[in-house]
């Protein structure tokens, strides 16, 4: 099991996908993602809750 967020489901038309083995490590690399390509320098607590709200479990061996 790993867990993904899907940017489009924040920033509609966002193809990205961040992976990671845990919450905070897929919240990380959606952070840096909003950052580096949306230019989101800070990002608020609204917009982090989105992120969090929008962490999925997805099955690897699929
Ligand atoms: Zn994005």
Known sequence: MRRIIECGSVVPGCNFVSHGATDEDVLMEAAEHVRATHGVDHLSD?????????IRDVDETK
Do not use: M, Q, T
């Open 46 to 54: 609204p917009l982090k809750a989105k992120l969090r709200a929008a």
